[in-house]
């Protein structure tokens, strides 16, 4: 079965390998410059000895990552929405969404030709603390967060550390994009995202399926 067999079939596509080990080690290095900017612009001192950027290799420092974000967290939640919004438009960041490879299979699976244009909107890094839950969706459908009427599919990839059913990583349905736009409800979360949730009796019909990935791996879907 080719790929566009099996996304047309099962409304995604993993390509396993697919973003180079390079790109991932440069968002590593973002991630920590902002955290340690952050942490200096606003004098913030730590109890525990911050190590230097110039000393820190990936993926052997994540817990030297993991300390300054968790620590930032704790002092203002606003310095992490300043990371979050910041590296979405990193150089290192446009270079992954701009890779030949993802536009490549992305006009295929949209039925493109090689000389039509198609460009990225609305690109986002989760950064989701432990245990916090504000951003945590119920099943949903991404057409209902996009500009309607339009054509695209979806994308999401883990950027500096495997993505697995015990630290996170997402959920699909598969082949529930051919329910189109299905039967949906508006939800006021107190201390959550307004959400636009799938009805439950529509979500039963499918197989619910986690979805681990490594480092380089990257998902196509269905924005139904």
């Known amino acids: ?133 504000r951003r945590t969706y119920g099943w949903h459908q991404e057409i209902f967060y996009t500009i309607p009427e339009v054509k695209f599919i979806q994308t999401w990839c883990p950027l500096i550390r495997h993505s697995t059913t015990e630290n996170g990583t997402i959920q699909i349905c598969p082949k529930s994009h051919n329910e189109g736009i299905a039967k949906q409800s508006w939800n006021e979360i107190d201390g959550r995202a307004t959400q636009i949730l799938v009805d439950d009796e529509i979500v039963k019909k499918y197989e619910q399926l986690n979805l681990p990935m490594n480092l380089g791996d990257i998902l196509f879907f269905d924005p139904h």
């Open 1 to 133: 079965m080719s790929d566009l067999e099996f996304f047309n079939k099962n409304g995604y596509l993993i390509k396993k390998n697919f973003i180079e080990r390079q790109i991932h080690e440069e968002l590593f290095y973002v991630f920590y410059d902002l955290a340690c900017n952050i942490i200096n612009n606003n004098n913030i001192n730590f109890i525990n000895k911050i190590k230097p950027i110039s000393k820190v290799s990936f993926p052997n420092d994540l817990n030297q990552l993991d300390m300054l974000l968790i620590n930032v967290l704790s002092l203002d939640k606003k310095f992490i929405g300043e990371i979050y919004d910041t590296v979405s438009y990193t150089s290192s960041f446009l270079k992954l969404v701009s890779l030949n490879k993802i536009e490549e299979v992305t006009k295929k699976i949209l039925s493109l030709k090689n000389y039509n244009s198609i460009y990225s909107w609305k690109h986002r890094v989760r950064i989701d603390p432990p245990n916090d839950n």
